[in-house]
């Protein structure tokens, strides 16, 4: 569970049902990620205007990637919680038990394979690892890592996965992942293309 859903799950527990507080978890989870992208956006500006001799693709895009995450939590966090005042008697605390069935349906109301590209993706274990390298042994890097977290989001939901590397859905799998990454890789260049078109206006 990401710091955001935690928060969120903490925020409105006792005054939203189950299916409401995933529903709140996944848009400030969204919020994230678009505070993410800005600031990324930003990051690259402000190098582009500090090396105008060097090319775009030379920006260490995933150092900005990593400095701009934490920031973005803080800031979504910050969000979640303006306005919260705590009772003045003080929150009822809930049984152990009331909140394992609590994130139990948080769990069931946001599948796995509705995050695994997000912070909130499951983290593969050593099987699904294991498993990826036998079905795609030549693959990048960056890809086996979507690939695990595609993987372990499939076992976690309980969809089937690939058997061989000739299996048919290795190669859709594969086709999923390839398409997601260039998603993002789209949206960074819109964010440089942006960037250059504010430079010469």
């Known amino acids: 569970m990401s710091e955001i859903t935690h928060a969120v799950q903490s925020r409105w527990t006792g005054e939203l049902a189950p299916q409401q507080i995933a529903a709140e978890a996944q848009r400030w989870e969204r919020e994230a990620i678009a505070a993410e992208e800005a600031i990324v956006a930003e990051m690259l500006r402000r190098w582009e205007q500090e090396n105008p001799d060097r090319a775009p693709d030379e920006a260490p895009i995933t150092m900005f990637e990593q400095q701009a995450r934490p920031m973005s939590i803080e ?8 306005g ?15 909140e394992l069935r609590i994130n139990e349906s948080i769990r069931r109301a946001t599948p796995a394979m509705s ?9 593969p274990s050593r099987e699904t690892e294991q498993k990826v390298a036998q079905l795609w042994p030549t693959e990048p890097v960056a890809v ?28 859709q799998l594969l086709q999923e992942v390839t398409q997601a990454l260039a998603q993002r890789d789209a949206r ?13 206006s």
Request: hydrophobic content about 45%; overall charge negative; charged content about 25%.
């Open 144 to 171: 086996i890592v979507a690939l695990e977290l595609l993987l372990q989001a499939r076992i976690e939901d309980e969809l089937p996965v690939p058997a061989t590397p000739t299996d048919p859905l290795a190669t």
């Open 84 to 98: 919260y005042q705590a009772p003045e008697d003080g929150p009822d605390q809930l049984s152990e038990l009331q």
């Open 188 to 200: 960074l260049a819109a964010a440089r293309a942006a960037n250059a078109q504010s430079k010469l």
């Open 115 to 123: 995050r695994w590209m997000s912070d909130r993706a499951t983290q």
């Open 75 to 82: 800031k979504t966090l910050a969000q979640v919680w303006d």
